[in-house]
Every structure is written in C-alpha cells, then in structure tokens.
C-alpha cells in the first residue's frame, strides 16, 4: 500500500535561518507531489506542484522553493525564513489522470521566532 | 476557473443532530468532488468522493454527500452527530479532464460538536 511520509513534526526557527522540509512516498511511482500551506484562518494554499523529476510549478511567488530530485521525494526549501513563513506546512500526492484525489502527510508545524 | 465556495466557516451542533455542510462549486467541464476532514495538527483525510455514477456517495464515518448538478452543490451530510466529529471540514473539486492534477479547495468549514 502506498505511504506518505512527511517530516520534521514540529520546527522553531529563527527569522533569516534556512528551511528543508522534506516529503517521501511509497508504494507507487512517478506520483504527482504537492506543497500546501496552511495559516491560520485562511485555508490551503498551494504552494507547489510536481508532476515529475524536475519538473517544478509555483503557484505564489515568495520566499519558497522546492525541488524533486528523486521520483518520491519533494523538498521544501527557503534560503532566509521570514515571520510570515508560519505555517502548517502539508505534503501531498497523487496518482496522474485519476478521480482518487490527494493523499496527505501528516503535516510540519513551522514557527518561526 | 475553478472555485468553491463552502458556506459557513462555523457550523455548531448538538450530539445527535443532524450535521449539514454546505459546499457549491463552479467547475466548466463534469467535477470531480471531494470531502476532506481534518482534526487538528494533522493532514488532512479523506471522507469521501464523487467522480461517476451513484450521485449520492457514502463515506467514512456515517457521512454522505449528494452531487447535484442543477445546483451546482455538495453538501455534507450526517444524520447524527458524534463529539468525534469535530474538526474542519474541506470541500475540493478537479476537473474529469487531463489537467485533474489540481484540486481546488474551499477555505473549510470548522465544525464544533456540543454535549
């Protein structure tokens, strides 16, 4: 069966620090990868997709990045963490050219200080 | 463009009433429509989904949601209200067509269960 892993859990950083989330699935190939961002009181935004090695679309312009260097593995990335980059931070996948929907990880709790 | 809209970002029940989540959609091609649940510090789940078919859907859970396409909804249903219940409550909806790669979420419902 297919799994998702997500991590760290929980992460404090100070402002201008560097981030590295990073997300791993199981169980099938060549998903499509997916970065949501949850702030509070504004739902899900995405922040980026992946329907393949290398192949990378940003939804919002900021201070992210991401990267997929394997077929199951999708890195979030900053350089220099603002305020503003609080967040639940969520991974996602999904199968190409089918209803089933996402699979989510369980999330990073991101603070920074 | 896609869009959904859920209406209420609030909704309070009582233990054993009838819980109602509204969610329209605007899609220009057939929907795929989905309910996610999620409970708090966690990722989200999914309750269930519509792609074909039955237009009523059961799910996890003792929910169900019917897909009406006149009135462009699907709302969420559960006939009666358990404390474990409450979490926020996301509606989502793709196209049935190549670019279903991309959900669109609404900005969730919070659904508070009262003793």
């Known amino acids: 069966s297919q799994t998702i892993h997500q991590w760290p859990a929980t992460l404090v950083q100070p402002v201008g620090s560097p981030l590295s989330l990073e997300c791993t699935v199981e169980?099938?190939?060549?998903?499509?990868l997916y970065w949501y961002r949850q702030a509070a009181g504004r739902g899900l935004q995405l922040l980026f997709y992946?329907?393949?090695?290398?192949?990378i679309s940003s939804e919002v312009p900021q201070n992210l990045s991401a990267s997929r260097p394997q077929d199951r593995q999708f890195i979030l990335s900053s350089k220099k963490l603002l305020l503003s980059d609080s967040g639940f931070y969520l991974c996602a996948w999904s199968l190409h050219g089918t209803g089933a929907g996402y699979t989510f990880g369980s999330g990073t709790r991101l603070t920074v200080v | 463009a896609q869009s959904v809209t859920q209406l209420g970002s609030h909704v309070s029940v009582s233990e054993g009433a009838l819980v109602l989540l509204r969610c329209n959609y605007s899609s220009s091609v057939p929907p795929y429509l989905f309910w996610y649940v999620q409970y708090p510090n966690q990722g989200l789940q999914l309750l269930l989904k519509y792609t074909t078919g039955a237009t009523l859907v059961k799910g996890i859970n003792g929910f169900e949601a019917e897909f009406k396409k006149s009135e462009t909804s699907f709302h969420l249903t559960k006939p009666s209200a358990h404390m474990s219940d409450a979490a926020e409550y996301f509606c989502a909806v793709t196209d049935s067509g190549g670019s279903n790669y991309k959900l669109t979420f609404g900005k969730g419902t919070l659904l508070t269960v009262n003793p």
């Open positions: 992946s329907v393949g090695i290398g192949q």
């Open positions: 169980g099938t190939s060549n998903p499509n």
